[in-house]
């Protein structure tokens, strides 16, 4: 039989959707215990008003932690941490203080309890809530449960904003997981709109 090699391949359902961020999800609860929690799972929902969200196992203590405060940050690594971002999603905060195993250093939102990674080019300060027409949050969808959460402060390392006040996350080299790995970025290939520069033009 000869092999045809232009014939599509058809997978089994799964969850293949790639790239993705590689996100550090720090939390805390009312006593002031913290954790990090690697998760690649989030994402955007509403631009206005700015919603996001996190998929998590109930079996994750920093699940708990969040349930407990209603509020996280998602930080995002650039590609020089990809081995603390590995290490984060392996062990439990049950058992490892994370911070102190990665060296990394706390930051604190004005009245937000969970604190940021510092080392990280770019922080989002989230506060879970309940959208209109959402039964529950978390939301159980299967092997994981959706925290819906507004953003309500974000923070950038300095070196990332121009003189125009511009954020420059494509000089952030942040990290990305795609199927079991971790990546980081290749070269810049355009910019939102650059499709119709050429119309515009004549």
């Known amino acids: 039989m000869v092999e045809n090699k232009t014939a599509?391949?058809?997978?089994?359902?799964?969850?293949?959707?790639?790239p993705l961020p590689a996100v550090l999800v720090s939390c805390a609860d009312d006593r002031?215990?913290?954790?990090i929690v690697t998760v690649?799972?989030?994402?955007?929902?509403?631009?206005?008003?700015?919603?996001?969200y996190i998929s998590l196992?109930?079996?994750?203590?920093?699940?708990?932690?969040?349930?407990?405060?209603?509020?996280?940050?998602?930080?995002l690594p650039d590609e020089t941490m990809a081995r603390k971002t590995?290490?984060?999603?392996?062990?439990?905060g049950k058992k490892v203080d994370k911070f102190a195993r990665c060296g990394f250093e706390k930051g604190y939102f004005e009245n937000f309890p969970a604190p940021y990674i510092k080392d990280c080019p770019l922080s989002l300060a989230c506060l879970t809530e309940k959208p209109d027409g959402i039964a529950k949050n978390p939301t159980?969808?299967?092997?994981?449960?959706?925290?819906?959460?507004?953003?309500?402060?974000?923070?950038?390392?300095?070196?990332?904003?121009?003189?125009?006040?511009?954020?420059?996350?494509?000089?952030?080299?942040?990290?990305?997981?795609t199927h079991g790995e971790y990546f980081a970025p290749g070269r810049k290939l355009?910019?939102?709109?650059?499709?119709?520069?050429k119309k515009k033009k004549q």
């Open 8 to 18: 599509d391949i058809f997978l089994a359902p799964g969850a293949l959707l790639a």
């Open 86 to 92: 590995d290490f984060c999603g392996i062990y439990t």
């Open 190 to 197: 355009g910019r939102f709109g650059f499709s119709t520069d």
């Open 140 to 177: 159980p969808l299967g092997t994981h449960d959706m925290f819906w959460a507004r953003i309500v402060s974000v923070r950038a390392k300095s070196g990332l904003i121009d003189e125009n006040g511009r954020l420059m996350l494509d000089k952030a080299r942040l990290l990305s997981y």
């Open 32 to 35: 002031g215990k913290t954790d």
């Open 40 to 52: 690649a799972w989030t994402g955007m929902l509403c631009t206005k008003p700015p919603l996001t």
């Open 57 to 75: 196992r109930q079996s994750r203590y920093s699940y708990g932690l969040i349930l407990a405060s209603g509020c996280f940050v998602i930080n």
